[in-house]
DNA sequence: TGACATTCGTTTGCTACCTTGCGATTGTTG
DNA sequence: CAACAATCGCAAGGTAGCAAACGAATGTCA
Protein backbone atom coordinates (compact mmCIF):
# COMPACT_ATOMS: atom_id res chain seq x y z
CA UNK A 1 0.00 0.00 0.00
CA UNK A 2 1.70 3.42 -1.13
CA UNK A 3 1.27 6.71 0.02
CA UNK A 4 4.16 8.35 -0.19
CA UNK A 5 6.90 8.11 -2.89
CA UNK A 6 8.14 4.39 -3.09
CA UNK A 7 11.74 5.48 -0.93
CA UNK A 8 9.81 6.11 2.20
CA UNK A 9 7.60 2.75 2.33
CA UNK A 10 7.34 1.08 5.66
CA UNK A 11 8.63 -2.06 6.76
CA UNK A 12 5.19 -3.55 6.51
CA UNK A 13 4.96 -2.48 2.93
CA UNK A 14 7.91 -3.38 1.45
CA UNK A 15 7.31 -7.34 3.33
CA UNK A 16 3.68 -7.15 1.39
CA UNK A 17 5.49 -6.05 -1.47
CA UNK A 18 8.36 -8.76 -2.18
CA UNK A 19 5.79 -11.64 -0.95
CA UNK A 20 3.96 -10.79 -3.83
CA UNK A 21 6.53 -10.23 -6.12
CA UNK A 22 7.75 -13.12 -5.52
CA UNK A 23 4.41 -15.19 -5.46
CA UNK A 24 4.10 -14.03 -8.98
CA UNK A 25 7.10 -15.02 -10.30
CA UNK A 26 7.01 -18.37 -8.69
CA UNK A 27 3.05 -18.40 -10.20
CA UNK A 28 4.39 -17.08 -13.85
CA UNK A 29 6.38 -20.21 -13.88
CA UNK A 30 4.00 -22.84 -12.93
CA UNK A 31 1.59 -21.44 -15.06
CA UNK A 32 2.16 -23.40 -18.07
CA UNK A 33 2.49 -26.40 -15.65
CA UNK A 34 -1.24 -25.63 -14.63
CA UNK A 35 0.19 -25.13 -11.05
CA UNK A 36 -0.38 -22.92 -8.40
CA UNK A 37 2.33 -22.46 -5.92
CA UNK A 38 0.67 -23.99 -2.88
CA UNK A 39 0.05 -26.75 -4.72
CA UNK A 40 3.60 -26.77 -5.87
CA UNK A 41 4.43 -27.34 -2.30
CA UNK A 42 2.21 -30.19 -1.55
CA UNK A 43 3.81 -31.76 -4.36
CA UNK A 44 7.77 -31.10 -3.33
CA UNK A 45 6.49 -32.70 -0.15
CA UNK A 46 4.96 -35.62 -1.02
CA UNK A 47 7.97 -35.99 -4.23
CA UNK A 48 10.27 -35.34 -1.35
CA UNK A 49 9.01 -36.90 2.09
CA UNK A 50 7.18 -39.43 0.86
CA UNK A 51 3.36 -40.33 1.51
CA UNK A 52 2.00 -38.05 3.90
CA UNK A 53 -1.00 -37.83 6.51
CA UNK A 54 -2.81 -35.01 5.90
CA UNK A 55 -2.77 -33.65 8.81
CA UNK A 56 0.95 -33.66 8.80
CA UNK A 57 1.36 -32.00 5.76
CA UNK A 58 -0.54 -29.23 6.94
CA UNK A 59 1.43 -28.58 9.89
CA UNK A 60 4.52 -28.76 7.59
CA UNK A 61 2.83 -26.59 5.08
CA UNK A 62 1.47 -24.32 7.44
CA UNK A 63 -2.11 -24.59 6.79
CA UNK A 64 -5.31 -24.48 7.96
CA UNK A 65 -7.37 -28.14 7.80
CA UNK A 66 -9.91 -26.18 5.58
CA UNK A 67 -7.43 -24.37 3.31
CA UNK A 68 -5.70 -27.79 2.86
CA UNK A 69 -8.77 -29.30 2.28
CA UNK A 70 -9.41 -27.12 -1.23
CA UNK A 71 -5.89 -27.62 -2.44
CA UNK A 72 -6.18 -31.31 -2.35
CA UNK A 73 -9.40 -31.67 -3.70
CA UNK A 74 -7.86 -29.84 -6.57
CA UNK A 75 -4.72 -32.16 -7.19
CA UNK A 76 -6.86 -34.84 -6.92
CA UNK A 77 -9.25 -33.33 -9.24
CA UNK A 78 -6.00 -33.47 -11.63
CA UNK A 79 -5.07 -36.73 -10.79
CA UNK A 80 -1.64 -35.86 -9.49
CA UNK A 81 -2.41 -36.76 -5.82
CA UNK A 82 -4.20 -39.91 -4.38
CA UNK A 83 -6.69 -39.69 -1.28
CA UNK A 84 -6.94 -42.77 0.66
CA UNK A 85 -8.08 -43.77 4.32
CA UNK A 86 -5.22 -45.16 5.37
CA UNK A 87 -5.39 -48.09 7.87
CA UNK A 88 -5.78 -47.34 11.79
CA UNK A 89 -7.24 -44.12 12.41
CA UNK A 90 -10.27 -43.99 9.89
CA UNK A 91 -10.53 -39.95 10.02
CA UNK A 92 -7.35 -39.71 8.80
CA UNK A 93 -6.41 -39.39 4.75
CA UNK A 94 -2.99 -40.89 3.06
CA UNK A 95 -1.13 -38.62 0.54
CA UNK A 96 0.07 -40.25 -2.08
CA UNK A 97 1.70 -38.99 -5.62
CA UNK A 98 -0.06 -40.92 -8.47
CA UNK A 99 2.11 -42.25 -11.10
CA UNK A 100 1.37 -39.07 -13.22
CA UNK A 101 2.20 -36.44 -9.97
CA UNK A 102 5.52 -38.23 -10.16
CA UNK A 103 5.68 -37.72 -13.71
CA UNK A 104 4.60 -33.96 -14.08
CA UNK A 105 7.15 -33.90 -11.09
CA UNK A 106 10.11 -34.91 -13.23
CA UNK A 107 8.79 -32.17 -15.47
CA UNK A 108 8.80 -29.26 -13.45
CA UNK A 109 11.14 -26.48 -13.87
CA UNK A 110 14.11 -25.52 -10.37
CA UNK A 111 12.19 -23.09 -8.89
CA UNK A 112 15.69 -22.46 -6.70
CA UNK A 113 16.56 -19.16 -8.91
CA UNK A 114 13.34 -17.40 -7.64
CA UNK A 115 15.42 -17.20 -4.42
CA UNK A 116 18.38 -16.82 -6.11
CA UNK A 117 17.65 -14.15 -7.92
CA UNK A 118 15.74 -12.23 -4.13
CA UNK A 119 18.19 -12.78 -1.99
CA UNK A 120 21.63 -14.08 -4.43
CA UNK A 121 24.95 -12.10 -3.41
CA UNK A 122 23.49 -10.22 -0.12
CA UNK A 123 25.81 -9.75 2.70
CA UNK A 124 25.46 -12.51 4.84
CA UNK A 125 25.01 -10.40 7.77
CA UNK A 126 22.36 -8.47 7.06
CA UNK A 127 20.48 -11.39 5.58
CA UNK A 128 20.70 -12.33 9.09
CA UNK A 129 19.72 -9.33 10.66
CA UNK A 130 16.71 -9.22 7.88
CA UNK A 131 15.72 -12.72 9.15
CA UNK A 132 16.09 -11.89 12.93
CA UNK A 133 13.38 -8.50 12.32
CA UNK A 134 11.22 -10.29 10.63
CA UNK A 135 10.86 -13.55 12.88
CA UNK A 136 10.59 -11.06 15.98
CA UNK A 137 7.69 -9.01 14.61
CA UNK A 138 6.08 -12.45 13.41
CA UNK A 139 6.40 -13.79 16.93
CA UNK A 140 4.82 -10.68 18.14
CA UNK A 141 2.17 -10.06 16.72
CA UNK A 142 1.06 -14.30 16.93
CA UNK A 143 1.08 -13.03 20.58
CA UNK A 144 -1.15 -10.09 20.18
CA UNK A 145 -3.37 -12.53 18.46
CA UNK A 146 -3.20 -15.22 20.91
CA UNK A 147 -4.13 -12.80 23.82
CA UNK A 148 -7.57 -12.06 21.71
CA UNK B 1 6.22 -22.86 4.19
CA UNK B 2 7.97 -24.77 6.60
CA UNK B 3 10.06 -27.75 5.88
CA UNK B 4 13.19 -27.85 8.64
CA UNK B 5 13.57 -26.39 12.73
CA UNK B 6 11.90 -22.79 13.13
CA UNK B 7 15.48 -21.28 13.76
CA UNK B 8 16.48 -22.28 10.03
CA UNK B 9 13.50 -20.92 7.85
CA UNK B 10 14.54 -19.01 5.17
CA UNK B 11 14.06 -15.29 4.28
CA UNK B 12 11.09 -15.82 2.21
CA UNK B 13 9.89 -17.63 4.63
CA UNK B 14 9.46 -15.28 7.29
CA UNK B 15 8.32 -12.60 5.06
CA UNK B 16 5.31 -14.68 4.20
CA UNK B 17 5.13 -15.56 7.54
CA UNK B 18 4.93 -12.08 8.65
CA UNK B 19 2.98 -10.74 6.47
CA UNK B 20 0.18 -12.99 7.14
CA UNK B 21 0.48 -12.39 10.74
CA UNK B 22 0.32 -8.68 10.54
CA UNK B 23 -2.98 -9.38 8.17
CA UNK B 24 -4.29 -11.40 10.71
CA UNK B 25 -4.01 -9.25 13.25
CA UNK B 26 -5.27 -6.46 11.04
CA UNK B 27 -8.48 -8.69 10.28
CA UNK B 28 -9.10 -9.72 13.35
CA UNK B 29 -9.41 -5.78 14.53
CA UNK B 30 -11.84 -5.01 12.10
CA UNK B 31 -13.81 -8.01 12.06
CA UNK B 32 -16.25 -6.81 14.70
CA UNK B 33 -16.72 -3.78 11.71
CA UNK B 34 -17.43 -6.36 9.02
CA UNK B 35 -14.10 -4.93 7.23
CA UNK B 36 -11.67 -6.89 5.23
CA UNK B 37 -7.88 -5.24 5.83
CA UNK B 38 -7.85 -3.72 2.04
CA UNK B 39 -11.60 -2.35 2.41
CA UNK B 40 -10.01 -0.45 5.27
CA UNK B 41 -7.45 1.11 3.01
CA UNK B 42 -9.58 2.18 0.70
CA UNK B 43 -11.68 3.72 2.96
CA UNK B 44 -8.38 5.56 4.87
CA UNK B 45 -7.34 6.48 1.25
CA UNK B 46 -10.75 8.85 0.93
CA UNK B 47 -10.87 9.80 4.61
CA UNK B 48 -7.56 10.98 4.37
CA UNK B 49 -7.16 12.12 0.51
CA UNK B 50 -10.64 13.04 -0.43
CA UNK B 51 -12.68 11.55 -3.43
CA UNK B 52 -10.91 10.01 -5.68
CA UNK B 53 -10.86 8.33 -9.58
CA UNK B 54 -10.97 4.58 -9.02
CA UNK B 55 -8.15 4.00 -11.77
CA UNK B 56 -5.77 6.50 -9.44
CA UNK B 57 -6.99 4.70 -6.47
CA UNK B 58 -6.32 1.38 -7.84
CA UNK B 59 -2.45 2.76 -8.76
CA UNK B 60 -2.24 4.17 -5.43
CA UNK B 61 -3.03 0.73 -3.33
CA UNK B 62 -1.60 -1.27 -6.12
CA UNK B 63 -4.02 -3.28 -6.98
CA UNK B 64 -5.28 -4.52 -10.20
CA UNK B 65 -8.49 -2.71 -11.89
CA UNK B 66 -10.09 -5.66 -11.54
CA UNK B 67 -9.55 -6.18 -7.82
CA UNK B 68 -10.54 -3.23 -6.72
CA UNK B 69 -13.79 -3.17 -8.34
CA UNK B 70 -14.95 -6.09 -6.92
CA UNK B 71 -13.85 -4.41 -3.43
CA UNK B 72 -15.27 -1.50 -4.50
CA UNK B 73 -18.70 -3.25 -5.51
CA UNK B 74 -18.82 -4.85 -1.70
CA UNK B 75 -17.84 -1.11 -0.25
CA UNK B 76 -20.83 0.14 -2.99
CA UNK B 77 -23.57 -2.60 -1.42
CA UNK B 78 -22.23 -2.05 2.28
CA UNK B 79 -23.45 1.58 1.54
CA UNK B 80 -20.27 3.23 2.74
CA UNK B 81 -18.63 4.15 -0.57
CA UNK B 82 -20.50 6.04 -3.50
CA UNK B 83 -19.51 5.51 -7.14
CA UNK B 84 -20.61 8.33 -9.10
CA UNK B 85 -19.79 8.77 -13.47
CA UNK B 86 -17.64 11.79 -13.03
CA UNK B 87 -18.43 14.24 -15.38
CA UNK B 88 -15.15 14.82 -17.80
CA UNK B 89 -14.86 11.11 -18.61
CA UNK B 90 -17.13 8.83 -18.73
CA UNK B 91 -15.27 5.80 -18.70
CA UNK B 92 -14.17 6.72 -15.39
CA UNK B 93 -15.61 6.72 -11.53
CA UNK B 94 -15.81 8.48 -8.80
CA UNK B 95 -15.51 7.61 -5.68
CA UNK B 96 -16.69 8.77 -2.47
CA UNK B 97 -17.00 8.27 1.46
CA UNK B 98 -21.14 8.13 2.29
CA UNK B 99 -22.85 9.64 5.60
CA UNK B 100 -22.76 6.39 6.66
CA UNK B 101 -19.13 5.68 5.14
CA UNK B 102 -17.75 8.71 7.42
CA UNK B 103 -19.23 7.97 10.44
CA UNK B 104 -17.78 4.11 10.41
CA UNK B 105 -14.61 5.59 9.46
CA UNK B 106 -14.61 7.97 12.80
CA UNK B 107 -15.91 4.69 15.14
CA UNK B 108 -12.85 2.59 13.61
CA UNK B 109 -10.08 2.38 16.03
CA UNK B 110 -6.68 3.02 15.14
CA UNK B 111 -4.69 0.38 13.55
CA UNK B 112 -1.03 1.64 13.79
CA UNK B 113 -0.31 -0.44 16.78
CA UNK B 114 -0.04 -3.02 14.92
CA UNK B 115 3.32 -1.47 13.04
CA UNK B 116 4.00 -0.55 16.55
CA UNK B 117 3.87 -3.89 17.99
CA UNK B 118 5.43 -5.42 14.93
CA UNK B 119 8.70 -3.03 14.91
CA UNK B 120 8.32 -0.54 17.40
CA UNK B 121 11.81 -0.66 19.52
CA UNK B 122 13.76 -2.22 16.96
CA UNK B 123 17.36 -0.77 16.45
CA UNK B 124 16.70 2.02 13.30
CA UNK B 125 20.09 0.90 11.45
CA UNK B 126 18.28 -2.68 11.68
CA UNK B 127 15.46 -1.51 10.41
CA UNK B 128 16.90 -0.14 7.41
CA UNK B 129 18.66 -2.99 6.61
CA UNK B 130 15.96 -4.90 6.69
CA UNK B 131 13.82 -2.58 3.84
CA UNK B 132 16.97 -2.20 1.70
CA UNK B 133 16.75 -6.20 1.32
CA UNK B 134 13.53 -6.43 0.68
CA UNK B 135 13.17 -3.63 -1.48
CA UNK B 136 16.03 -4.86 -3.22
CA UNK B 137 14.65 -8.22 -3.56
CA UNK B 138 11.33 -6.70 -4.68
CA UNK B 139 12.90 -5.30 -7.05
CA UNK B 140 15.07 -7.84 -8.66
CA UNK B 141 11.99 -10.22 -8.89
CA UNK B 142 9.71 -7.68 -10.22
CA UNK B 143 12.44 -7.39 -13.50
CA UNK B 144 12.69 -11.17 -14.04
CA UNK B 145 8.43 -10.68 -13.97
CA UNK B 146 8.86 -8.06 -16.72
CA UNK B 147 11.25 -9.94 -19.10
CA UNK B 148 8.97 -12.56 -19.51
C1' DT C 1 -20.33 -49.41 29.08
C1' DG C 2 -22.17 -44.99 28.07
C1' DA C 3 -21.81 -40.04 27.90
C1' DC C 4 -18.93 -36.52 26.64
C1' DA C 5 -14.98 -34.35 24.44
C1' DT C 6 -11.67 -34.18 20.84
C1' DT C 7 -9.77 -34.76 16.29
C1' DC C 8 -9.88 -35.07 11.14
C1' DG C 9 -11.57 -33.77 6.96
C1' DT C 10 -15.23 -31.35 4.48
C1' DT C 11 -18.46 -27.77 3.32
C1' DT C 12 -19.98 -23.15 3.10
C1' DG C 13 -19.21 -18.53 2.77
C1' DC C 14 -16.20 -14.75 3.06
C1' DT C 15 -11.77 -11.64 1.63
C1' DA C 16 -8.41 -10.69 -1.61
C1' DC C 17 -5.32 -11.60 -5.12
C1' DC C 18 -4.72 -12.79 -10.31
C1' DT C 19 -5.65 -13.30 -15.69
C1' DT C 20 -8.46 -13.04 -19.69
C1' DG C 21 -11.81 -11.03 -22.31
C1' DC C 22 -15.55 -7.78 -23.02
C1' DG C 23 -18.13 -3.24 -23.92
C1' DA C 24 -18.06 1.51 -23.68
C1' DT C 25 -15.57 5.58 -24.10
C1' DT C 26 -11.89 8.40 -25.51
C1' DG C 27 -7.60 9.63 -28.03
C1' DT C 28 -4.93 9.47 -32.25
C1' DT C 29 -3.87 9.53 -36.83
C1' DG C 30 -4.20 8.86 -41.73
C1' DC D 1 -14.18 12.29 -40.48
C1' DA D 2 -13.41 7.47 -40.10
C1' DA D 3 -10.60 3.77 -38.58
C1' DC D 4 -7.74 2.16 -35.18
C1' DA D 5 -5.61 1.99 -30.64
C1' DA D 6 -5.65 2.73 -25.84
C1' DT D 7 -8.00 3.15 -21.42
C1' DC D 8 -11.50 2.28 -17.82
C1' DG D 9 -14.43 -0.54 -15.33
C1' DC D 10 -16.80 -5.06 -15.12
C1' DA D 11 -17.60 -10.12 -15.32
C1' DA D 12 -16.07 -14.75 -15.23
C1' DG D 13 -13.13 -18.12 -13.56
C1' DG D 14 -9.04 -19.61 -10.85
C1' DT D 15 -5.84 -19.76 -6.53
C1' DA D 16 -5.25 -19.26 -1.79
C1' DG D 17 -6.16 -17.73 2.65
C1' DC D 18 -9.65 -17.48 6.85
C1' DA D 19 -13.71 -18.80 10.31
C1' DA D 20 -17.64 -21.46 11.63
C1' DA D 21 -20.24 -25.49 11.69
C1' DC D 22 -20.84 -30.36 10.84
C1' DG D 23 -20.44 -35.72 10.54
C1' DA D 24 -17.71 -39.50 11.43
C1' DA D 25 -14.27 -41.66 14.08
C1' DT D 26 -11.70 -41.94 18.17
C1' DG D 27 -10.33 -41.07 23.04
C1' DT D 28 -11.51 -40.41 27.94
C1' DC D 29 -13.49 -41.16 32.18
C1' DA D 30 -17.10 -41.58 35.51
Given at each position: ??????????????TK?CYF?GR?????????????????????????????????????????????????????????????????????????????????????????????????????????????????????????????
Amino acid sequence: MRDEADANLSVAAWTKRCYFAGRALMDATLRPYDLGSTQWYVLWHLAHKGPSVQRDLGGALELERATLSGIIATLVRKDLVEQTSSGEDQRQRLLTLTAAGEALWRKLPDLSFIHEAAFGGVDEAELATTIRVLQSATERLQNLLRKD
